[in-house]
Nanobody, 127 residues
Framework: QVQLVESGGGLVQAGGSLRLTCTVS????????MGWFRQAPGREREFVAA????????QYADSVKGRFTISRDNAKNKVYLQMSNMKPDDAGTYFC????????????????????WGQGTQVTVSS
């Protein structure tokens, strides 16, 4: 049974930092590209960042470039999202996702490209 479990969400002040973790089980983690998406109330779920299976390719939404960093530890089956200089618009539920990536070259940025999803972790940014 595949499980993706997000953690690390919480309340942070604008300008502050937070690190999200997604712990994955039930699949060969090193064969999967991983992504982070977020959804604010009343808004569509949107792409935040993605990382290829080997960790060598990454992609970011324009809105988070220079502020967020995605990384992974294949030995621990974890993917991280380090968020810095946070803004109120960064608030929402953050979801991690996974999709097969045998060659380690994929950084999918569309929801339909992902087969596996976590339940999400809530991030609140106070202004």
């Amino acid at each position: 049974q595949v499980q993706l479990v997000e953690s690390g969400g919480g309340l942070v002040q604008a300008g502050g930092s937070l690190r999200l973790t997604c712990t994955v089980s039930g699949l060969t983690f090193s064969n999967y590209a991983m992504g982070w998406f977020r959804q604010a109330p009343g808004r569509e779920r949107e792409f935040v960042a993605a990382i290829g299976a080997a960790g060598q390719v990454k992609q970011y939404a324009d809105s988070v470039k220079g502020r967020f960093t995605i990384s992974r530890d294949n030995a621990k089956n974890k993917v991280y999202l380090q968020m810095s200089n946070m803004k109120p618009d960064d608030a929402g539920t953050y979801f991690c996702s996974g999709d097969i990536d045998i060659l380690g070259t994929r950084t999918p940025s569309f929801q339909h490209q992902y087969d596996h999803w976590g339940q999400g972790t809530q991030v609140t940014v106070s202004s």
